[in-house]
């Protein structure tokens, strides 16, 4: 495995996460603070700038002042919600392509029809292995910086999150 020029790794169960190449800054908004703790932590670890918001409208006042390289959000939050964010930075010139990663525990299809069709890059159920979405995140940035379009999917309990890139 190629080590990144700082040479940076986290540690996991299943081997080293290799860290970002260069910072990248993630905001982090999920009013869990234990899922947000979990989240922080292992983003850090792979060498992400993390900035948290415990809900919507503190996630929104945070990526207009400071656009961060992408947004995991979750959905259902109290005031304003994953989708209600979601569209409010695709309304605003400055977040505007700023790729956008639900976390939710909720599985409904419309659900994820709703996401994709706000533009997100991606959905990630809960529970979720917090070093397989370190390691989506990483590829969505890398993708992202590549100028690449993506549509992600989630796979199916016994694979890892993966990326695919649009057409």
Do not use: H, W
Not at 53 to 72: C, I, K, S, T
Request: with cysteine.
């Amino acid at each position: 495995m190629d080590m990144p020029a700082d040479g940076r790794r986290a540690a996991s169960a299943d081997g080293p996460v290799e860290a970002c190449v260069g910072t990248r800054r993630v905001l982090l908004v999920e009013d869990d603070p234990l899922v947000r703790l979990v989240c922080s932590v292992n983003l850090r670890l792979a060498g992400f700038e993390v900035a948290e918001a415990g809900d919507g409208q503190r996630g929104l006042e945070q990526a207009q002042l400071e656009p961060p390289d992408l947004v995991v959000s979750d959905i259902r939050m109290p005031g304003l919600d994953g989708f209600a964010l979601a569209e409010a930075l695709r309304r605003d010139e400055r977040t505007r392509a700023v790729p956008i990663v639900f976390l939710s525990g909720e599985t409904e299809a419309a659900e994820r029809r709703r996401a994709y069709a706000i533009g997100a890059s991606g959905f990630v159920a809960k529970p979720f292995d917090p070093v397989a979405l370190v390691k989506l995140l990483a590829g969505v940035i890398e993708k992202v910086a590549a100028g690449r379009r993506l549509l992600l999917f989630e796979p199916s309990a016994q694979e890892s999150p993966q990326v695919r890139l649009a057409q």
